[in-house]
């Protein structure tokens, strides 16, 4: 490792248009495990509540690109959900950060996952938010530990906001292209 993180969990989160899981580490960020998986509308709300309770510093939210690196509408998605956890994060007086993380093909690897495990059709639509956050927190853990930095792009709640300048995203979190 390259550097030195703090201490403290981390919470992952892969946002869907209907449901939203949540995912956590533990306290030295080795593991990450499912939470739940939330109904979209009540799911900023409900991440803020676990970074309370966890004493969360970071929150990864999972960025769904194109294999070609190109953010459609989910991204929009994704990063609208980010930029409200932050402004609702924002009013507690804590530094949260929130950090925007690559996610290709997370959901496709959840699904073949849950199949290969023996869950089937709607049994595990039910998890499969879950398995994709808990996914998108796992890697998000895995650059932390080879580079020492945080992966992915800061959320700052204004442009210009010098309390969260702009961050690119660390070494390792931009992923190939597998087509």
Same mark, same amino acid.
């Given at each position: 490792?390259?550097?030195?993180?703090p201490r403290g969990v981390r919470l992952g989160v892969d946002v869907g248009d209907?449901? =939203?899981?949540?995912?956590?580490?533990?306290?030295?960020?080795?593991?990450?495990?499912?939470?739940?998986?939330?109904?979209?509308?009540?799911?900023?709300?409900?991440?803020?509540?676990?970074?309370?309770?966890?004493?969360?510093?970071?929150?990864?939210?999972?960025?769904? #690109?194109?294999?070609?690196?190109?953010?459609?509408?989910?991204?929009?998605?994704? #990063?609208?959900?980010?930029?409200?956890? =932050?402004?609702?994060?924002?009013?507690?007086?804590?530094?949260?950060?929130? #950090?925007?993380?690559?996610?290709?093909?997370?959901?496709?690897? %959840?699904?073949?996952?849950?199949?290969?495990?023996? #869950?089937?059709?709607?049994?595990?639509?039910?998890?499969?938010?879950?398995?994709? %956050? =808990?996914?998108?927190?796992?890697?998000?853990?895995?650059?932390?530990?080879?580079?020492?930095?945080?992966?992915?792009?800061?959320?700052?709640?204004?442009?210009?906001?010098?309390?969260?300048?702009?961050?690119?995203?660390?070494?390792?979190?931009?992923?190939?292209?597998?087509?």
């Open positions: 490792m390259t550097g030195s993180l209907v449901r =939203v899981g949540l995912a956590r580490s533990d306290l030295d960020g080795m593991i990450a495990t499912p939470v739940q998986t939330v109904p979209r509308g009540e799911a900023v709300a409900r991440v803020a509540s676990e970074v309370a309770a966890s004493g969360a510093r970071v929150v990864m939210v999972g960025l769904p #690109r194109s294999l070609s690196g190109q953010e459609g509408p989910a991204a929009g998605k994704a #990063r609208a959900f980010a930029a409200e956890l =932050v402004a609702m994060l924002s009013g507690t007086g804590d530094h949260i950060e929130v #950090r925007l993380l690559d996610e290709r093909l997370t959901t496709v690897s %959840a699904h073949r996952a849950l199949h290969d495990s023996g #869950r089937r059709g709607r049994k595990h639509r039910q998890v499969v938010d879950q398995v994709a %956050a =808990v996914m998108i927190l796992q890697q998000a853990l895995d650059v932390e530990r080879s580079t020492g930095a945080r992966a992915g792009e800061l959320v700052r709640t204004e442009p210009g906001d010098p309390h969260h300048p702009p961050a690119p995203p660390a070494p390792g979190t931009q992923q190939e292209d597998s087509a």
